[in-house]
């Protein structure tokens, strides 16, 4: 017999046994959830049939939980290997139960309190005078009632059913939810409801946490590990893949449940996962070091409770003895191999090859880890890590550490216009920029997209920190040659301070990423360090827009009319619709407090609508009612027009429903919207033209409109701001300009409103300089539609009683 055949079954002895786990059979293992199969566990559904966890060797059944289950009891008597649970899992172990946590999937616990009641005024603490459904079994629950003085013994406790309708049916006042669940079906009920969360009381725990036993880890290592990672993997899948996994879980999982709620908890997770800012999985030592301190404040742990054996570590240490034997075995196994290499390098030099391309797939690997492909910049994981050491190395040298978030401003829209390959190529010449503007010592990073971050440490006033972020800002809007295009591009960013505003490392890039947003909300291409305040706004703006998305269904909204007189004769010849907010706990709201919160949101869609037909149907009721012609001016906002998929038809067939002429319909726009070059604008402003409705220009003089636009869009009227009327005087300079802007106005066909008179001085003038109409507080304040017709009424018999004079006068004067 030859030696290359024995050569050859050796070679592939050799193979088997490296291969050999790919073609073992699947070991079965078994998932506890915490509840029913909902996506609340996505990521679990996606790496199984995605064949994640197959790929690791893995055949795993995932098992949901009936509600008041015990979901620890299974994963500790061998019926499950894994399970999820909430930060109760720090108790159990504090009382001796084995359990290790392996990985966090919600940064933050979607548990809520929910409320119906509308006056709650009294904060939370008036929960101790309602009855209440309480999952006592949570202790995240009893840590918040602890920490808010709330004695437990004093509430009216029903035993928790799980069922919202029980709260809709007004059986408890309050109940324990989850922010992903239950305010759907409230909502669905269009009611109004209250949320408390922990939070409010600096109770911010992880939630939805990963665990196993001891034994699991001891005996099955690898099995761990595979299992982590590939949940990890599947849930990074869902959340960027939520549509297929919703019709995943109605077709496999779930068919009870619907899409709409499905559709609503995936929606509202992104909050709770944060999977934009934080790496799937991760968790925080000293954030779980700051939850055993609130629970040990509280009593709800032992002092003595040791942190480290609870959290998993994928890479432990060998003990002392297992390192030796297993040094002893691979020396062993080392002397076979090196035999065994050396003889296949005497038959196949090219086996050099293969060991230089093993190395380099290491370090591609390493990079694919650590950097970012399309920059070369570190990256999301390798920011995490940083941020940790330096904070670590500031505590220690009593430094500080600035922390900058940076967004490129309307990057989107460049891409989107001239493609990704543009987007990239400015992508990377913005991150050069950075690297050659910021110090070497300090650290950039790119976090995905647009954004990126900068670790500077030791940075000793806040000039330094301005100065800094004035010379990013500066290098980074200078034009970007691409392609032979000429293109430019800001920036945004928020900066936060350790330790003036927090010595978290998590809390420190969420307050980054708080400022970076309030740099765009005051008009981009600058910067804003992070302030206590700017979290109160941000919290009261979240607030809001959580309440907008009940306003309409409960009917919250309401009308004031204003009148706008002709100057001359003092009729009412048109009334402006203003929209007033009669919020359930604030009271009256005005449009400045709500309105733009509602165009960011997009929730000025629905509004508009409301609006528009509202008060035209209003105004038709008032002539036929009265008998009267009246012109009905109503507010637009410029999200409106630039929605691609708003349309005006729905206005134009609701007057033809009504029957009401086009022509009694003004719409006001802002001189912005006018200057903006959009083909859906001008569509719009157009469609509006054609149907025979009015358009007029608000706060007129406070923009930069042209002639050209004004013939363009057929615009009817100019309403001249009330910052030129409220200086109004004899021979003044604002005078002059009233006077100018309303020749030209004459001149073009265009008839002029004046905003805001207050005094009869200023009619005068106006009247004197030819202005048509008015509109102001000394004709009168807006009123709701009641007072307004009232109005109405008391105007037209004013003017039939003058009729009526004028006519006895003529007649007596025949009679002589």
Same mark, same amino acid.
């Given at each position: 017999m030859s030696k290359t055949p024995l050569y050859m079954l050796f070679i592939l002895a050799s193979l088997s046994l490296i291969y050999a786990p790919s073609v073992l059979a699947l070991e079965e293992v078994t998932l506890q959830l915490k509840w029913k199969h909902t996506f609340q566990f996505a990521g679990y559904y996606a790496a199984k049939e995605k064949g994640f966890y197959k790929e690791r060797g893995l055949e795993v059944n995932i098992i949901p939980a009936t509600p008041g289950q015990d979901v620890i009891k299974p994963v500790l008597d061998g019926r499950a290997h894994f399970g999820v649970s909430d930060n109760s899992l720090l108790q159990e172990r504090n009382s001796g139960k084995p359990i290790v946590m392996l990985s966090v999937i919600f940064q933050h616990s979607p548990l809520v309190f929910l409320t119906l009641e509308k006056d709650f005024?009294?904060?939370?603490?008036?929960?101790?005078?309602?009855?209440?459904?309480?999952?006592?079994?949570?202790?995240?629950?009893?840590?918040?009632?602890?920490?808010?003085?709330?004695?437990?013994?004093?509430?009216?406790?029903?035993?928790?059913?799980?069922?919202?309708?029980?709260?809709?049916?007004?059986?408890?006042?309050?109940?324990?939810?989850?922010?992903?669940?239950?305010?759907?079906?409230?909502?669905?009920?269009?009611?109004?409801?209250?949320?408390?969360?922990?939070?409010?009381?600096?109770?911010?725990?992880?939630?939805?946490?990963?665990?196993?036993?001891?034994?699991?880890?001891?005996?099955?290592?690898?099995?761990?590990?595979?299992?982590?990672?590939?949940?990890?993997?599947?849930?990074?899948?869902?959340?960027?893949?939520?549509?297929?996994?919703?019709?995943?879980?109605?077709?496999?999982?779930?068919?009870?449940?619907?899409?709409?709620?499905?559709?609503?908890?995936?929606?509202?997770?992104?909050?709770?996962?944060?999977?934009?800012?934080?790496?799937?999985?991760?968790?925080?030592?000293?954030?779980?070091?700051?939850?055993?301190?609130?629970?040990?404040?509280?009593?709800?742990?032992?002092?003595?409770?040791?942190?480290?054996?609870?959290?998993?570590?994928?890479?432990?240490?060998?003990?002392?003895?297992?390192?030796?034997?297993?040094?002893?075995?691979?020396?062993?196994?080392?002397?076979?191999?090196?035999?065994?290499?050396?003889?296949?390098?005497?038959?196949?030099?090219?086996?050099?090859?293969?060991?230089?391309?093993?190395?380099?797939?290491?370090?591609?690997?390493?990079? +694919?880890?650590?950097?970012? *492909?399309? =920059?070369? /910049?570190?990256?999301?994981?390798?920011?995490?890590?940083?941020? #940790?050491? &330096? !904070?670590?190395?500031?505590?220690?040298?009593?430094?500080?550490?600035?922390?900058?978030?940076?967004?490129?401003?309307?990057?989107?829209?460049?891409?989107?216009?001239?493609?990704?390959?543009?987007?990239?190529?400015?992508?990377?010449?913005?991150?050069?920029?950075?690297?050659?503007?910021?110090?070497?010592?300090?650290?950039?990073?790119?976090?995905?997209?647009?954004?990126?971050?900068?670790?500077?440490?030791?940075?000793?006033?806040?000039? +330094?920190?301005?100065?800094? *972020?004035? =010379?990013? /800002?500066?290098?980074?809007?200078?034009?970007?040659?691409?392609? #032979?295009? &000429? !293109?430019?591009?800001?920036?945004?960013?928020?900066?936060?301070?350790?330790?003036?505003?927090?010595?978290?490392?998590?809390?420190?890039?969420?307050?980054?990423?708080?400022?970076?947003?309030?740099?765009?909300?005051?008009?981009?291409?600058?910067?804003?360090?992070?302030?206590?305040?700017?979290?109160?706004?941000?919290l009261y703006k979240m607030q809001v827009i959580q309440d907008l998305r009940s306003a309409l269904k409960n009917n919250e909204f309401e009308l004031h009319y204003q009148p706008i007189v002709s100057l001359n004769t003092g009729d009412i010849k048109k009334a402006e619709a203003l929209i007033r907010w009669n919020h359930p706990i604030h009271g009256i709201t005005m449009p400045l407090e709500f309105i733009k919160i509602a165009e960011e949101t997009s929730h000025i869609i629905e509004i508009g609508d409301w609006v528009f037909k509202t008060a035209s149907s209003q105004l038709k009721q008032w002539m036929d009612k009265l008998q009267l012609d009246l012109t009905m001016s109503i507010n637009t906002s410029p999200a409106q027009y630039q929605h691609k998929n708003t349309s005006l038809d729905s206005w134009f067939e609701h007057l033809e429903s009504l029957n009401l002429p086009p022509q009694n319909i003004i719409i006001e726009i802002t001189e912005s919207l006018m200057m903006k070059e959009n083909t859906n604008i001008e569509k719009k402003l157009i469609e509006f033209c054609h149907q025979g409705i009015q358009v007029a220009l608000d706060d007129f003089g406070t923009g930069y409109s042209s002639l050209t636009h004004l013939n363009k869009f057929d615009i009817d009227f100019i309403k001249i701001d009330k910052s030129f009327i409220q200086h109004l005087s004899q021979h003044s300079q604002p005078l002059e300009l009233c006077e100018a802007i309303i020749i030209m106005a004459h001149k073009l066909g265009l008839s002029v409103i004046a905003e805001g008179i207050e005094t009869e001085e200023q009619r005068q003038l106006l009247m004197g300089i030819g202005c048509d109409y008015g509109q102001g507080y000394l004709f009168s304040s807006p009123m709701p539609a009641q007072a307004f017709e009232a109005l109405l009424k008391s105007s037209n018999s004013s003017k039939e009683q003058f009729k009526l004079m004028s006519s006895n006068n003529k007649l007596g004067q025949n009679k002589i």
């Amino acid at each position: 017999m030859s030696k290359t055949p024995l050569y050859m079954l050796f070679i592939l002895a050799s193979l088997s046994l490296i291969y050999a786990p790919s073609v073992l059979a699947l070991e079965e293992v078994t998932l506890q959830l915490k509840w029913k199969h909902t996506f609340q566990f996505a990521g679990y559904y996606a790496a199984k049939e995605k064949g994640f966890y197959k790929e690791r060797g893995l055949e795993v059944n995932i098992i949901p939980a009936t509600p008041g289950q015990d979901v620890i009891k299974p994963v500790l008597d061998g019926r499950a290997h894994f399970g999820v649970s909430d930060n109760s899992l720090l108790q159990e172990r504090n009382s001796g139960k084995p359990i290790v946590m392996l990985s966090v999937i919600f940064q933050h616990s979607p548990l809520v309190f929910l409320t119906l009641e509308k006056d709650f005024t009294k904060g939370i603490h008036s929960i101790q005078d309602n009855s209440a459904m309480l999952e006592l079994s949570n202790t995240e629950i009893l840590a918040f009632l602890k920490k808010a003085n709330i004695d437990i013994n004093q509430m009216t406790l029903v035993e928790h059913s799980f069922d919202p309708n029980d709260l809709i049916n007004g059986k408890v006042d309050l109940i324990s939810a989850y922010s992903t669940d239950e305010p759907f079906y409230l909502e669905k009920a269009n009611l109004y409801y209250k949320s408390f969360s922990p939070r409010i009381l600096d109770i911010d725990f992880y939630g939805d946490n990963l665990y196993t036993s001891e034994s699991q880890i001891e005996e099955h290592p690898k099995r761990v590990k595979a299992f982590r990672e590939a949940s990890i993997k599947g849930w990074e899948y869902a959340m960027n893949n939520k549509e297929e996994i919703i019709q995943l879980i109605l077709l496999k999982y779930n068919n009870q449940t619907s899409y709409d709620f499905l559709r609503y908890q995936a929606d509202n997770m992104d909050d709770l996962i944060q999977p934009l800012l934080v790496e799937m999985g991760y968790f925080s030592l000293e954030r779980w070091q700051h939850i055993v301190e609130t629970y040990q404040d509280l009593n709800m742990l032992g002092q003595d409770f040791k942190l480290d054996p609870f959290l998993y570590d994928p890479n432990p240490k060998v003990a002392l003895a297992v390192f030796y034997r297993s040094l002893w075995i691979a020396a062993i196994i080392l002397v076979c191999v090196s035999t065994l290499a050396f003889y296949l390098l005497k038959i196949n030099r090219r086996l050099d090859l293969a060991l230089l391309e093993s190395q380099n797939a290491k370090n591609i690997i390493w990079q +694919e880890a650590n950097l970012d *492909s399309l =920059t070369n /910049l570190p990256n999301r994981r390798n920011f995490k890590n940083e941020l #940790k050491s &330096s !904070l670590d190395k500031a505590k220690h040298d009593k430094l500080t550490v600035a922390l900058l978030y940076l967004d490129l401003d309307d990057f989107k829209a460049i891409n989107d216009f001239y493609g990704h390959d543009v987007g990239d190529k400015l992508l990377i010449e913005a991150a050069n920029r950075l690297v050659k503007t910021v110090n070497k010592t300090f650290g950039i990073f790119r976090l995905g997209g647009d954004e990126f971050t900068i670790i500077a440490e030791n940075l000793t006033s806040y000039k +330094e920190i301005e100065t800094l *972020s004035q =010379t990013i /800002l500066e290098s980074l809007s200078a034009p970007y040659s691409i392609n #032979k295009e &000429s !293109l430019y591009i800001s920036a945004s960013i928020g900066i936060s301070l350790y330790p003036e505003h927090t010595s978290k490392s998590d809390t420190l890039l969420r307050y980054a990423d708080e400022a970076m947003y309030s740099s765009k909300a005051l008009g981009r291409n600058q910067y804003q360090i992070f302030t206590q305040q700017l979290h109160q706004d941000i919290l009261y703006k979240m607030q809001v827009i959580q309440d907008l998305r009940s306003a309409l269904k409960n009917n919250e909204f309401e009308l004031h009319y204003q009148p706008i007189v002709s100057l001359n004769t003092g009729d009412i010849k048109k009334a402006e619709a203003l929209i007033r907010w009669n919020h359930p706990i604030h009271g009256i709201t005005m449009p400045l407090e709500f309105i733009k919160i509602a165009e960011e949101t997009s929730h000025i869609i629905e509004i508009g609508d409301w609006v528009f037909k509202t008060a035209s149907s209003q105004l038709k009721q008032w002539m036929d009612k009265l008998q009267l012609d009246l012109t009905m001016s109503i507010n637009t906002s410029p999200a409106q027009y630039q929605h691609k998929n708003t349309s005006l038809d729905s206005w134009f067939e609701h007057l033809e429903s009504l029957n009401l002429p086009p022509q009694n319909i003004i719409i006001e726009i802002t001189e912005s919207l006018m200057m903006k070059e959009n083909t859906n604008i001008e569509k719009k402003l157009i469609e509006f033209c054609h149907q025979g409705i009015q358009v007029a220009l608000d706060d007129f003089g406070t923009g930069y409109s042209s002639l050209t636009h004004l013939n363009k869009f057929d615009i009817d009227f100019i309403k001249i701001d009330k910052s030129f009327i409220q200086h109004l005087s004899q021979h003044s300079q604002p005078l002059e300009l009233c006077e100018a802007i309303i020749i030209m106005a004459h001149k073009l066909g265009l008839s002029v409103i004046a905003e805001g008179i207050e005094t009869e001085e200023q009619r005068q003038l106006l009247m004197g300089i030819g202005c048509d109409y008015g509109q102001g507080y000394l004709f009168s304040s807006p009123m709701p539609a009641q007072a307004f017709e009232a109005l109405l009424k008391s105007s037209n018999s004013s003017k039939e009683q003058f009729k009526l004079m004028s006519s006895n006068n003529k007649l007596g004067q025949n009679k002589i």
